[in-house]
């Protein structure tokens, strides 16, 4: 069965300092270089698989990207369709405030000069789809965001409103996801 792995980029200052960071550009920590190069050796101890790593064009995704292929020897190319949800306003605001958490389940809310979930879901969903229709059959690593792994996760399960607004994975988690 075809599959593709998602992995998050390495620690920003901005998830340390509990900040969205969305579109904006924010650069690895040293824990999260440290984090990227560890992720890489997991993936070559696990024997996972992957003919080419896509990564967000932004630069905590594509220095983990950069990491994993290092370490991995697998291919990696920009794929600008990953780059994480702009969130207008909200950026470099508060993670946890009340408010975002209430602008976050209006799907259809561009937050003031950014992007919503069902744009952020169409583009995610059509490369998916991209990559399910490939008769090449490859596997790839995706290398990208927290706001991505919400789109990527619902593209192969089923969730509420609800779960989808507060579904995360960690700092260069690895998750494997199977299309049928």
């Given at each position: 069965m075809k599959s593709v792995y998602f992995v998050r980029h390495g620690q920003t200052l901005w998830n340390v300092e509990n900040k969205i960071c969305g579109a904006t550009d924010i650069p690895l920590t040293e824990l999260g270089h440290s984090q990227a190069v560890e992720t890489g050796k997991r993936i070559l101890e696990e024997g996972i698989q992957a003919d080419e790593i896509l990564y967000s064009p932004l630069v905590r995704a594509a220095e983990t990207a950069?990491?994993?292929s290092e370490i991995t020897g697998i291919p990696a190319r920009e794929e600008s369709r990953?780059?994480?949800?702009?969130?207008?306003?909200?950026?470099?605001?508060?993670?946890?405030?009340?408010?975002?958490?209430?602008?976050?389940?209006?799907?259809?809310?561009?937050?003031?000069g950014g992007e919503s979930m069902l744009q952020l879901a169409q583009r995610i969903y059509n490369l998916l789809d991209e990559i399910r229709e490939d008769p090449e059959d490859k596997t790839y690593i995706l290398v990208a965001h927290?706001?991505?792994?919400?789109?990527?996760?619902?593209?192969?399960?089923e969730m509420t409103n609800a779960e989808f607004a507060v579904f995360g994975v960690e700092n260069c988690a690895v998750l494997r996801y199977e299309f049928k």
């Open positions: 950069r990491h994993i990953l780059k994480e949800q702009c969130f207008g306003k909200w950026e470099a605001t508060p993670r946890d405030s009340r408010e975002f958490f209430e602008a976050k389940g209006e799907f259809c809310c561009r937050y003031e927290n706001g991505i792994s919400r789109v990527v996760h619902s593209y192969f399960y």
